[in-house]
């Protein structure tokens, strides 16, 4: 008798994604706090769970193809601040199914992750994701007092306290742009003592926090 074949979808764990092993998956989420995961019996039914959208089955096994972590001795670059979080999006299509994270630059650690949300932007989940990174600081009373962007927009956008976004609201991204007007509250109430700082990508390559989905 063949094999029951399972897929697994990992949502809040060291690397979320598809995978399709237990073994794989077992490794993504053990020992992290909060994971989040589920099996499907289906490769279908695995990607519609994670991204919402069965259109998006090519986007999603070119990231599970590029999955690997890709280690980069930023030691190595003495104007890199070692003690900071990068933060990054990825957007399939605009709009588009969007996700956001924050990394730990020194460990490699994901320390958020949030998403699939429809109907957004790259610049959007920047924008979240920045806000996302300022507020987890703060309350954490961290030491970590640099934060990485790799987008001119969306620092633009936490100077200026008001996402700019010109996508329409409806009522698939109504929850999403609830999150939004939360972020804006923050930073008008709010003050940190945080630098904001652009990632040089041409010169040091792609940000800790990249999705890996170019």
């Known amino acids: 008798m063949a094999k029951n ?3 697994y ?12 092993s237990w073994e794989e998956c077992k490794a993504r ?5 909060n994971a989040k995961y589920k099996s499907y019996n289906t490769q279908e039914e695995a990607i519609r769970a994670y991204r919402g959208n069965p259109a998006d089955e090519m986007g999603v096994l070119r990231a599970i193809a590029n999955a690997q ?4 001795n930023y ?3 003495p104007e890199i601040v070692l003690d900071s979080l990068a933060v990054d999006a990825a957007c399939s299509g605009n709009p588009g199914i969007m996700e956001y994270r924050g990394v730990d630059v020194k460990s490699g650690a994901q320390l958020f992750h949030k998403g699939p949300f429809p109907k957004a932007s790259n610049n959007i989940g920047e924008f979240l994701a920045l806000v996302h990174g300022l507020a987890l600081l703060k309350q954490q009373g961290s030491p970590i007092k640099t934060i990485y ?3 001119i927009t969306a620092i633009a956008w936490v100077r200026d306290r008001k996402c700019k976004s ?3 609201v409806c009522a698939e991204n109504e929850e999403l742009f609830g999150i939004v007007r939360r972020a804006e509250k923050w930073l008008r109430e709010n003050t940190h003592d945080i630098r904001i700082l652009k990632w040089k990508t041409e010169e040091w390559g792609e940000i800790p926090a990249d999705f890996g989905r170019k």
């Open 166 to 168: 010109k996508i329409p």
């Open 69 to 72: 972590i890709k280690h980069v």
């Open 75 to 77: 030691e190595s670059i």
């Open 9 to 20: 979808v990992v949502w809040e764990g060291s690397e979320p994604g598809i995978c399709d």
């Open 29 to 33: 989420v053990m020992n992290y706090p």
């Open 149 to 151: 962007s790799d987008s």
């Open 5 to 7: 074949y399972k897929w």
